[in-house]
């Protein structure tokens, strides 16, 4: 064991057992219980249990600050039969979904869903379990409810079919939910619950998500084909629907002689659906969207900066802990997942980040701006030296002044929607997609997230069913801000004593950039392609030959942007090939490349993208005149 982590570990105690010092001092003093006990929720969605070991002993750090909990609840494999066949995208939001029938299926349910895919789920399930019991943690299950069901299902048992929960504009096959206010779905659901915890009996959270990839409630003003439902239960309220869905569980839980508390968490509600739910909350549960007081939630990079793994900015965290400090909150929940758990952070990260958290959880939050940014430059001094660490912290300040940028420029782009979801990354940029061969878009135009496969084809902008634009030279702008904190990384000291994370860093945002100017590319690419659209409507001719030096203008534009493409795209190549896979979310067998998971060939991907943008760059000269004298 290192000296950096054995003095973080004795730190972590000493805090810890101050922090129990003071809590029973209060209490006799005070004659009265103790401050309620803080739990802290961890989600990351690990499969291997290597890794998750790995977690667990991390997580463990967080024992002296009060009760940890791990969530368990990741499927062992993807839900390919979830899927139907054709460009039904939305299914991939759901195939990784966990629930508890993909664990302990009720009798009705399980003829249904394949067996071996319950074996597996139910396997990996309880061997966290028992990594949990060897470190003295507890358990959580993250679940969507009331998840959709196949549809021979409800073939089977028509009564019990409540919401259509798929999004329209995202696929072409309708999926339905149970409605939760037949008794039979609260027997199935409690049922299953029951036997979850039976067998894990140290499961003490079930946090849950609904109205939104899928699952929903009946007649929710926000479900994606509007409010439906069956007619025996319309005029019921939401509170009063979300109220009985939670008891649900806790009935569960009492038939295994367990008590748990729940988390409506991230769901989809009107404001009305809101305040009625808040009024109808049952004891120990809980609605994120509303007494937000009592819970908090601190995620780490990878949430937002998908498929890039490995970053943390130190100010980030240290506000979400010293929120945690000031406020009441009781429970937080620590997320190191990525949307749709196709990804999680890396583990290097998750320890900087846990050592961040155990060094402020249980302290004095400093006061003011200068007081923060003085907390800053310590944690700089300690991963940079005295050397370097100002340079470090100029660093952390130019991405906090980019992101801020990025924030007030440009609302919409994102690595999973933009880069991964329509392969920004991958695909080839070119005047005509309609040009490219089937051979051509084999690799890529099945994962373009879109129910129509012209509209995938042709719109590079079509983001889940809308038409995006991006402000012209905003991507351009927020890239090259982030690398000015990518250039004052790279000059921190050699000697520095977290030198090998800060240029990992370095690296993951090079990656990062890549990923955007691919974006700000295509979304400059698609504006020319808009504004052009009567030219590009005709076939292929010969433009206008009256010689000139300028030719069209906009081949000249979008010219640029190829060019700046095909750089990109090999300059992404050369850092994936330096070791920068490590630090881009991929599957690591060719069949979960999915819309939301990049291939494990993604370099060679990345070179055939290159061959096909060369192969057609004249394609333009038929649509648009070139310069001529």
């Known amino acids: 064991m290192n000296t950096r982590y054995l003095r973080k570990q004795l730190l972590s105690m000493a805090i810890g057992f101050m922090v129990l010092f003071v809590s029973v001092f209060s209490a006799l003093a005070n004659d009265g219980p103790a401050e309620e006990e803080k739990v802290f929720v961890i989600h990351a969605p690990i499969r291997d249990l290597v890794e998750f070991r790995k977690l667990a002993e991390q997580a463990a750090r967080l024992k002296p600050f009060g009760r940890v909990e791990v969530n368990i609840s990741t499927l062992a494999d993807k839900g390919f039969h979830d899927v139907p066949e054709g460009r039904n995208y939305w299914f991939e939001y759901t195939s990784y979904n966990p629930t508890p029938y993909k664990f302990f299926p009720d009798p009705k349910i399980a003829p249904f869903i394949p067996a071996e895919f319950v074996k597996k789920n139910r396997e990996l399930l309880l061997a966290k379990a028992d990594i949990l019991r060897k470190y003295g943690l507890d358990a959580?299950?993250?679940?969507?409810?009331?998840?959709?069901?196949?549809?021979?299902?409800?073939?089977?048992?028509?009564?019990?079919?409540?919401?259509?929960?798929?999004?329209p504009r995202r696929g072409n096959h309708p999926a339905f939910a149970p409605c939760v206010s037949v008794e039979e779905t609260q027997e199935i659901f409690a049922g299953m619950v029951a036997e979850l915890l039976e067998n894990v009996p140290e499961i003490h959270t079930f946090f849950f998500k609904t109205n939104d990839a899928g699952s929903g409630i009946c007649w929710s003003d926000w479900q994606y084909t509007g409010p439906n439902g069956p007619t025996h239960c319309k005029n019921i309220s939401m509170g009063e629907r979300v109220a009985t869905l939670m008891n649900t569980f806790k009935d569960g839980a009492g038939q295994a002689g367990q008590d748990v508390s729940i988390y409506l968490t991230g769901s989809m509600f009107s404001d009305e659906e809101k305040d009625d739910i808040f009024t109808h909350l049952p004891d120990d549960c809980y609605f994120q969207s509303h007494n937000s007081d009592k819970v908090r939630g601190i995620s780490s990079m990878i949430s937002g900066n998908y498929p890039v793994r490995g970053l943390l900015f130190p100010l980030d965290i240290l506000r979400s802990t010293h929120a945690v400090s000031r406020g009441s909150a009781n429970t937080v929940f620590i997320s190191f997942r990525a949307s749709y758990d196709r990804g999680y952070e890396r583990l290097d990260a998750v320890n900087m980040f846990f050592d961040l958290l155990v060094e402020n959880l249980g302290t004095t939050p400093p006061v003011g701006h200068i007081a923060e940014m003085e907390q800053l430059y310590k944690i700089c001094e300690e991963w940079a030296g005295e050397q370097s660490a100002e340079q470090l912290y100029n660093a952390f300040i130019t991405l906090e002044e980019a992101n801020n940028y990025k924030r007030d420029s440009m609302r919409g782009p994102t690595g999973i929607y933009w880069g991964v979801s329509v392969r920004h990354i991958t695909r080839p940029l070119v005047?005509?997609?309609?040009?490219?061969?089937?051979?051509?878009?084999?690799?890529f135009l099945p994962y373009v997230f879109n129910p129509s496969e012209q509209e995938a084809r042709m719109d590079y902008t079509d983001i889940h069913g809308a038409h995006r634009e991006v402000p012209s030279g905003s991507v351009d702008n927020y890239v090259s801000r982030v690398h000015r904190a990518i250039r004052l990384m790279e000059g921190v000291s050699e000697s520095a004593p977290e030198k090998e994370f800060i240029f990992n860093m370095a690296k993951a945002l090079k990656i990062y950039c890549s990923i955007f100017r691919s974006v700000g590319n295509f979304a400059e690419a698609q504006a020319i392609r808009d504004r052009n659209a009567e030219k590009l409507s005709v076939a292929p001719h010969r433009p206008d030959k009256t010689p000139t030096w300028d030719g069209d203008p906009e081949l000249q534009k979008f010219n640029a942007i190829m060019r700046d493409e095909l750089d990109n795209t090999q300059e992404l190549i050369d850092l994936l090939e330096d070791g920068g896979m490590d630090f881009i979310s991929h599957a690591n067998d060719s069949k979960?490349?999915?819309?939301?998971?990049?291939g494990p060939d993604l370099i060679e991907q990345l070179k055939l993208k290159r061959k096909i943008m060369i192969a057609h760059w004249t394609d333009i000269e038929g649509y648009m005149a070139t310069p001529f004298k």
Do not use: K, Q
């Open 140 to 167: 959580a299950f993250w679940s969507y409810e009331p998840n959709y069901l196949p549809e021979a299902f409800f073939e089977a048992y028509p009564h019990l079919r409540g919401a259509r929960v798929d999004h």
């Open 431 to 443: 005047v005509a997609p309609d040009r490219l061969s089937e051979e051509e878009e084999a690799y």
């Open 592 to 598: 979960y490349e999915d819309t939301f998971l990049l």
